[in-house]
């Protein structure tokens, strides 16, 4: 019985009790009172009487419409806030970067964020719900299992086909707990660290590069050194030999460090681009000047066919930087006798500026020619080295290209020649540019 009826049936009894009270009291006191007096006073109190319950049940009616109304309003709110929350926790879980996926204790699947969806490459029509739909690799179940079974985190690295080749995920699993001490489900997140493996290992590649390139030079000099300490130094010529293949290694070592310092600077962005309008034919002129003793070496000619009024945005230390890279690779890869040239044209739309440049040594076999802008790549190595090469060169070109937002491409027929061109956007010169605004490092180090 709810506790309005009880006081319902309360005053109930109190009034019969009242008018039993007031009845006994009446007759006791009045007995000669006329039978209408005595209904004109009953009458009147049983109206006060009922007037009385009346008042008071519509009083507690009201107060109850009213308590449950506000009640009505506070469900109304938590509702509405519980909406708010679980809107909020979508959003956090559609939006977020991972790929999540939680299972209950039994391995179904209860969500799948957008991020999982396209990271594990998943299809509407192969998921029915269960873990092993999400994933056939055994490291994620044994991750889930590891976490469900230990209540402790688990990590796995996980590998996906995708349409352009193998993505690399990392995942991490953690115990699910609504409330108690017991895991209720398995959250998984996976990350994907493709981009990450892949950075690593070509910085990894590149400090075995550079160990290997340093140490060539280097067990030359101690070689040498060791000769000349031997005895070597009494015999004047055989010294003197000695002496400028050391001077020549020195030199290579040099110019190893002072590209591999140049790179990683253009690569961190610290390198700053004055970009101004250059006059390309007198800085064409003056990297031609700078090559003429290789030049005379090679027997090679050069010729320079940019206008005279031929004006290019660009940084001009660094257009010549671009310049001798290409010029001196077009010589030293050059027949005896050959010819060197650079040349200018306007691109179809006027936007663009390029410049060629041509050599007639005997050109790059085909498969090579994708990777000659690879750090330390180089098609012929012993050749190259002999040449005083770093492998350096067009990598370094590469990036300062880019840097102008430009565009390298290099083209070459066997025993005909070799050309490079540079797309450079024929844009009006600003202030100042950091090679980090243009490329990300992403860019840079592929
Ligand atoms: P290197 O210091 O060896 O010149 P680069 O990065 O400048 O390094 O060039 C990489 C490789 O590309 C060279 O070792 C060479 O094999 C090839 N190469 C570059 N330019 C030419 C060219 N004009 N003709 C033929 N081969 C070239």
């Given at each position: 019985?709810?506790?309005?009826?009880?006081?319902?049936?309360?005053?109930?009894?109190?009034?019969?009790?009242?008018?039993?009270?007031?009845?006994?009291?009446?007759?006791?006191?009045?007995?000669?009172?006329?039978?209408?007096?005595?209904?004109?006073?009953?009458?009147?109190?049983?109206?006060?009487?009922?007037?009385?319950?009346?008042?008071?049940?519509?009083?507690?009616?009201?107060?109850?419409?009213?308590?449950?109304?506000?009640?009505?309003?506070?469900?109304?709110?938590?509702?509405?806030?519980?909406?708010?929350?679980?809107?909020?926790?979508?959003?956090?879980?559609?939006?977020?970067?991972?790929?999540?996926?939680?299972?209950?204790?039994?391995?179904?699947?209860?969500?799948?964020?957008?991020?999982?969806?396209?990271?594990?490459?998943?299809?509407?029509?192969?998921?029915?719900?269960?873990?092993?739909?999400?994933?056939?690799?055994?490291?994620?179940?044994?991750?889930?299992?590891?976490?469900?079974?230990?209540?402790?985190?688990?990590?796995?690295?996980?590998?996906?086909?995708?349409?352009?080749?193998?993505?690399?995920?990392?995942?991490?699993?953690?115990?699910?707990?609504?409330?108690?001490?017991?895991?209720?489900?398995?959250?998984?997140?996976?990350?994907?660290?493709?981009?990450?493996?892949?950075?690593?290992?070509?910085?990894?590649?590149?400090?075995?590069?550079?160990?290997?390139?340093?140490?060539?030079?280097?067990?030359?000099?101690?070689?040498y050194?060791?000769?000349?300490?031997?005895?070597g130094?009494?015999d004047?010529d055989n010294s003197l030999r000695f002496l400028s293949t050391?001077?020549?290694?020195?030199?290579?070592?040099?110019?190893?460090?002072?590209?591999?310092?140049?790179?990683?600077?253009?690569?961190?962005?610290?390198?700053?681009?004055?970009?101004?309008?250059?006059?390309?034919?007198?800085?064409?002129?003056?990297?031609?000047?700078?090559?003429?003793?290789?030049?005379?070496?090679?027997?090679?000619?050069?010729?320079?066919?940019?206008?005279?009024?031929?004006?290019?945005?660009?940084?001009?230390?660094?257009?010549?930087?671009?310049?001798?890279?290409?010029?001196?690779?077009?010589?030293?890869?050059?027949?005896?006798?050959?010819?060197?040239?650079?040349?200018?044209?306007?691109?179809?739309?006027?936007?663009?500026?390029?410049?060629?440049?041509?050599?007639?040594?005997?050109?790059?076999?085909?498969?090579?020619?994708?990777?000659?802008?690879?750090?330390?790549?180089?098609?012929?190595?012993?050749?190259?080295?002999?040449?005083?090469?770093?492998?350096?060169?067009?990598?370094?070109?590469?990036?300062?290209?880019?840097?102008?937002?430009?565009?390298?491409?290099?083209?070459?027929?066997?025993?005909?020649?070799?050309?490079?061109?540079?797309?450079?956007?024929?844009?009006?010169?600003?202030?100042?540019?950091?090679?980090?605004?243009?490329?990300?490092?992403?860019?840079?180090?592929?």
């Amino acid at each position: 019985m709810t506790q309005e009826k009880r006081h319902l049936i309360l005053a109930t009894i109190v009034m019969v009790l009242a008018f039993a009270g007031y009845a006994a009291v009446k007759t006791a006191l009045f007995p000669q009172m006329s039978i209408i007096t005595s209904h004109l006073i009953t009458t009147a109190v049983v109206g006060l009487m009922t007037m009385v319950i009346v008042r008071y049940v519509i009083k507690r009616q009201t107060h109850l419409l009213e308590e449950q109304a506000r009640s009505n309003e506070r469900l109304r709110e938590a509702l509405a806030a519980a909406e708010r929350n679980g809107n909020l926790l979508r959003s956090i879980v559609a939006s977020a970067d991972e790929g999540l996926v939680i299972t209950d204790r039994d391995s179904r699947v209860l969500l799948v964020n957008s991020a999982a969806w396209r990271l594990l490459e998943l299809r509407e029509q192969s998921t029915t719900g269960r873990l092993i739909d999400i994933s056939r690799d055994p490291q994620v179940h044994h991750a889930f299992a590891s976490v469900l079974e230990t209540g402790d985190r688990a990590e796995a690295r996980v590998e996906v086909w995708a349409g352009y080749g193998k993505r690399i995920l990392r995942l991490q699993a953690a115990p699910l707990r609504l409330g108690g001490s017991q895991v209720d489900g398995v959250v998984g997140a996976f990350i994907d660290i493709t981009q990450l493996e892949r950075l690593e290992r070509i910085r990894q590649e590149f400090l075995a590069n550079v160990s290997h390139e340093l140490r060539t030079p280097l067990t030359s000099i101690a070689a040498y050194i060791e000769t000349l300490l031997n005895g070597g130094i009494d015999d004047p010529d055989n010294s003197l030999r000695f002496l400028s293949t050391v001077q020549r290694n020195v030199a290579r070592m040099r110019d190893l460090v002072n590209d591999i310092s140049e790179l990683s600077a253009i690569e961190a962005g610290a390198v700053r681009l004055t970009l101004t309008q250059v006059p390309l034919r007198q800085v064409v002129e003056e990297v031609f000047a700078g090559l003429a003793p290789r030049c005379k070496k090679q027997r090679v000619r050069l010729r320079n066919e940019t206008a005279e009024a031929c004006r290019i945005t660009a940084d001009r230390r660094r257009l010549e930087q671009i310049l001798t890279n290409l010029v001196d690779n077009a010589i030293k890869f050059n027949r005896p006798d050959g010819e060197v040239v650079v040349a200018t044209a306007t691109s179809d739309d006027g936007a663009h500026l390029l410049i060629k440049v041509r050599d007639t040594g005997p050109g790059i076999p085909a498969e090579h020619l994708t990777r000659v802008f690879e750090r330390f790549y180089r098609v012929d190595k012993a050749r190259s080295r002999d040449l005083g090469g770093t492998g350096l060169g067009l990598a370094i070109v590469k990036h300062i290209v880019q840097a102008h937002k430009g565009n390298l491409t290099i083209e070459s027929v066997l025993q005909k020649g070799t050309t490079v061109r540079v797309l450079l956007p024929s844009t009006k010169p600003t202030q100042e540019v950091q090679t980090s605004d243009f490329s990300s490092q992403r860019e840079l180090l592929s």
